[in-house]
C-alpha cells in the first residue's frame, strides 16, 4: 500500500507540476514551440519535491466527493476565464490539437491540486478550537473588553491613516453626490429628465446619503472651512466603522472563535488598507459595506446563537432599513433576508411576518411617496440594463451584417446605434450605456426589449461571450486589485470648489503608503486579501458547503454577501472592486461563523459516536 501511494503521489505531483508549468496561449496547429513558462527550471524541481513528500505521507482517505466536484468546477473556471481574459472567449480552449491536449493536461492538473488543497483547507478548519488561554493580554482584549479594547486598537491604527489622507479620499461618486446637492453640473444630468430642475438630488445615487453628505459639509462651508467639512464626513465615517468591526469582534466571544483566529481578525480590522484607507472614503460603498456586516452580525445572533429578543428583532429591522436607504441594491438585500426570516419562523408566522415585513413597506413609501415630494427624480432605467446593453454591443460589433433594418431601428430607439461599435468595450458596459437616449418612448423600449431576445435565439454564444467576459475579473486569481481608491490628484472633476476643498496635503505620503501595498499583494497568503477572487470563490465554497450538508437556516446570515455577488454578475464593470466591499467587509466573520458552524457539526457526530459505543 505504501509502495502504491509513494506511485500515485509522483504520478499527481508530474500532473500538477505539467499544468502549473504549460502556458495556455493559443498556438497554431504547425507551431508546437511556446507552451512551457518561461520560470526557471529549479523552481519546478523544488515545488515536485514538496508535492511529492507531502502527498507521499498524506494518510489515505475516501474520495470527498464534495471536494471533488467543486475542484472540477474551478478547474474548468481556471481555464474558461484565462482565455476569456486573453481572447474574448473560450473557443480558443478546443481550437485545435495543441489546445485541447494544453486544456487536458491543465484541467486534471488544477483538479489534483484544487482538490489537495480543500481537502488540506477544511481538514485545517476542524483542528481550530477554541481553547482557553491564560495570557493576560488576550483575555482582557477578548474575553473581558473584547468591544472597548477593539474600538481603542481600531482607532488608534487609523489616527495615521486619516492624518495622511487629509482631509479625506474624495471619490467621483462622492463628489456627484455634492454636486447633487448643490445642483451644479453632474454627470446623471445627461441620463435624467429632472422633475423639478432646482433639485437636483436624484435615486442614481442613495437620495438618502446625498442628503447626510450634504447637510454636513454645507454646514461647514457656510462657517467658512469646507475642507473640515470634508475631514468631518470622514471622521464620522471611520467611527461608525470602527463600531460595527468592534461588534464583530465581540459576536467573535460569543461563537467562541479560536483566539488565533479572533487576532488575525482585529489585525485586518485595524491595518489592512482595506478596511483602514477605505474608512477615510468618501462614497456611499463604504458605510453600505459597514452596515452590511453589522446586519450579518444581526442574523447570526438571531438565527445561529437563537437570540430571538424584541431588542433583536429591533436591531435587525433599523439595520435592514439603513442597508435599503444606502444603496439601491440594499433594498433587493432586505427583501431576500426579511423573507428569508418569515420563512424560518413559520411557526409564528402571523406577528413575526408583519414585524419582518416593515422596512420594506417604509421603503416603499420613502421611495414612492416622499422623494418624489421632495423634486427627487429616480434614477435613469439604464442602470438596471448594463448586461443587455453589452450584449447587444457585442452582437452589433461581431454580427451587424446579419441584422434587419427593423432591428436596426429598434435598437437605436434606446441607444445611439452609429457608435456602439466604436464604443463597445468587452469588459466595461458603461461605454455602450452612454449611448443611452433619455428621451425614449414606452413603445421604444418595448421593441429594444422584443429585438434583444430575437437576437439571443439567432447566436446565443454572442450573449454567453458577452456575460463571461463582463464576469471574469470576479474569479480570476490572477486579477490582483488594489482593492482601495487613492485619491488622484492630477485628476479633476470640475471647475467648482469641491475639487479644491479636497486636495490633499499629503501626496508624498500618500504615494509611499500606497507603493506599500501595493507590493503587499505579491506576498504569499496575504496577498490573497486583496484579491477579488478569493472573496467570490470563498463565500461560494462555503455556502455549497453549507448546502450540502443541509444547513439551510445557517445560510441566512450569508444573504447580503450572497445578493451582492449577484449583483457584481450583472454590473457595468468587470472585476470592479468597490463593487464586492459587502462582501470584503463581512467575510471574516463569515468564515469565522463557517468554521464555528463545521466544529459544532462535527462534535456532536463525535458525541453520538461515543454514546453508541457505551451503549454497545
Known amino acids: 500500500m505504501k509502495n502504491k ?29 511556446n507552451i512551457k513558462n518561461k520560470l526557471p527550471g529549479m523552481f519546478y524541481l523544488i515545488l515536485y519535491i514538496g508535492l511529492y513528500n507531502l502527498l507521499s505521507k498524506r494518510k489515505s482517505k475516501k474520495i470527498n466527493v464534495f471536494n471533488l466536484i467543486l475542484s472540477f468546477i474551478l478547474s474548468i473556471s481556471y481555464i474558461a476565464i484565462y482565455f476569456i481574459n486573453a481572447y474574448e472567449t473560450i473557443r480558443y480552449a478546443y481550437i485545435n490539437y495543441i489546445q485541447i491536449f494544453k486544456s487536458i493536461i ?51 491604527c487609523y489616527i495615521p491613516v486619516m492624518y495622511i489622507f487629509y482631509p479625506g479620499v474624495m471619490m467621483a461618486d462622492g463628489l456627484d453626490v455634492l454636486r447633487q446637492y448643490y445642483c451644479n453640473t453632474t454627470a446623471t444630468n445627461f441620463w435624467i429628465n429632472f422633475i423639478n430642475p432646482n433639485v437636483c438630488i436624484n435615486t442614481h445615487h442613495s437620495a438618502f446619503y446625498a442628503y447626510i453628505l450634504g447637510l454636513i459639509y454645507d454646514l461647514f462651508n457656510n462657517l467658512g472651512h469646507p475642507t473640515f467639512g470634508i475631514f468631518m464626513m470622514v471622521l464620522i465615517q471611520v467611527v461608525l466603522q470602527a463600531l460595527v468591526l468592534s461588534y464583530t469582534i465581540k459576536l467573535l466571544k460569543k461563537l467562541k472563535t479560536n483566539y488565533i483566529v479572533r487576532t488575525i481578525i482585529l489585525i485586518i480590522f485595524s491595518i489592512s488598507q482595506l478596511f483602514s484607507i477605505n474608512a477615510v472614503g468618501i462614497f456611499k460603498d463604504i458605510p453600505f459595506s459597514f452596515f452590511c456586516l453589522l446586519l450579518t452580525d444581526f442574523l447570526i445572533e438571531y438565527v445561529y446563537l437563537k437570540e430571538k429578543t424584541k431588542k433583536k428583532i429591533i436591531e435587525i429591522l433599523l439595520c435592514s432599513l439603513i442597508v435599503a436607504l444606502l444603496s439601491n441594491k440594499g433594498f433587493y438585500i432586505i427583501i431576500f433576508v426579511l423573507l428569508s426570516l418569515i420563512i424560518s419562523e413559520l411557526k409564528n408566522i402571523k406577528w413575526k411576518s408583519i414585524v419582518f415585513i416593515t422596512p420594506i413597506i417604509i421603503y416603499v413609501l420613502y421611495s414612492s411617496i416622499l422623494l418624489p415630494t421632495l423634486g427627487v427624480t429616480k434614477g435613469s432605467v439604464r442602470e438596471m440594463f448594463p448586461l443587455p446593453f453589452q450584449q447587444i454591443g457585442r452582437y452589433v460589433t461581431y454580427y451587424e451584417d446579419e441584422l434587419t433594418d427593423e432591428e436596426i431601428e429598434y435598437i437605436s430607439g434606446v441607444l445611439d446605434y452609429s457608435q456602439i461599435k466604436e464604443k463597445y468595450k468587452p469588459q466595461n458596459a458603461d461605454y455602450v450605456k452612454d449611448l443611452w437616449d433619455k428621451d425614449y418612448t414606452e413603445e421604444e ?127 457595468p464593470i468587470n472585476g470592479n472592486k468597490r463593487y464586492i466591499y459587502p462582501i470584503c467587509y463581512c467575510m471574516p466573520i463569515l468564515i469565522a461563523y463557517f468554521i464555528t458552524i463545521k466544529n459544532l457539526k462535527q462534535e456532536k457526530s463525535h458525541e453520538k459516536k461515543k454514546n453508541f459505543i457505551s451503549n454497545n
Open 5 to 33: 501511494q509513494k506511485i500515485l503521489a509522483l504520478i499527481i505531483s508530474f500532473f500538477i507540476l505539467f499544468a502549473l508549468a504549460i502556458n495556455l496561449k493559443y498556438v497554431p496547429d504547425n507551431y508546437a514551440g
Open 445 to 571: 423600449f418595448k421593441n429594444f426589449i422584443k429585438v434583444y431576445i430575437k437576437l439571443f435565439f439567432k447566436h446565443p454564444g454572442v450573449y454567453i461571450n458577452a456575460f463571461f467576459n463582463m464576469t471574469s475579473k470576479y474569479f480570476d486569481f490572477d486579477n490582483l486589485s488594489e482593492m482601495v481608491y487613492y485619491y488622484p490628484n492630477k485628476k479633476t472633476y470640475g471647475e467648482d470648489h469641491i475639487v479644491e476643498d479636497s486636495t490633499q496635503l499629503h501626496p508624498r505620503m500618500i504615494g509611499y503608503t500606497k507603493a506599500f501595498w501595493l507590493s503587499t499583494r505579491y506576498l504569499p497568503v496575504i496577498g490573497l486579501i486583496f484579491n477579488i477572487a478569493f472573496y467570490c470563490w470563498g463565500l461560494i465554497i462555503l455556502m455549497i458547503y453549507l448546502i450540502t450538508k443541509k444547513q439551510f437556516k445557517n445560510l441566512i446570515p450569508f444573504i447580503p454577501a450572497f445578493v451582492t455577488l449577484l449583483f457584481c454578475l450583472l454590473s
Open 106 to 156: 491543465v484541467f486534471i492538473g488544477f483538479s489534483y491540486l484544487f482538490y489537495y488543497t480543500l481537502d488540506y483547507l477544511f481538514n485545517g478548519l476542524d483542528k481550530i478550537r477554541f481553547k482557553e488561554t491564560k495570557n493576560k493580554i488576550i483575555k482582557f482584549v477578548f474575553e473581558e473588553h473584547p468591544f472597548i479594547s477593539s474600538f481603542i486598537i481600531i482607532i488608534l
